[in-house]
């Protein structure tokens, strides 16, 4: 399960999250499934909602009951088998979308906010304590970036 060695020919593994009702028994809920083809993968939790859970392979096992213990589960099944299962809804996996979609509208609001503060040479008093930054090596920043990732939007792991 570290990623160094793959599942065996025709398995992968359903990924389930719990979190226990209000009497502290664990309520299962299946996220999705990580394959060797798809070996990650990030799940949204925030939107799940508590009570409601799933069939799951856990059910038999002697878990114990703690009102605010959070668990993973994955359970290695045939491919086919997790072809018919169905994650809930407000499970989304994340995409490089809305990370894309996040930092551009930071980017915007970085650009937005720095420029609020702009003057002109005619409306600059000296204050030799402060530093200032030309607007246009802002917008030079702010056009590399949005170049970059578009072309890679996770360049900056690199």
Request: net charge neutral; charged share 10%; hydrophobic share 40%.
């Amino acid at each position: 399960m570290l990623g160094t060695i793959p599942f065996p020919e025709g398995m992968g593994g359903s990924v389930y999250f719990s979190y226990p009702d209000s009497n502290g028994v664990p309520v299962w809920q299946l996220l999705g499934f990580v394959t060797n083809g798809k070996p990650s993968a990030i799940f949204k939790i925030s939107g799940l909602k508590s009570g409601e859970g799933s069939q799951h392979p856990f059910g038999a096992m002697n878990i114990v009951r703690t009102p605010s213990v959070a668990q993973i589960g994955i359970s290695v099944e045939l491919l086919d088998s997790l072809a018919q299962q169905t994650p809930v809804g407000s499970a989304a996996v994340s995409s490089v979308d809305s990370f894309t979609q996040f930092t551009q509208k930071m980017l915007d609001n970085f650009y937005n906010f720095a420029s609020s503060f702009a003057v002109s040479q005619a409306q600059m008093t000296p204050k030799p304590s402060e530093m200032f930054i030309p607007a246009n090596v802002v917008l030079k920043w702010y056009e590399n970036f949005q170049r970059r990732l578009a072309q890679n939007p996770l360049f900056w792991k690199t």
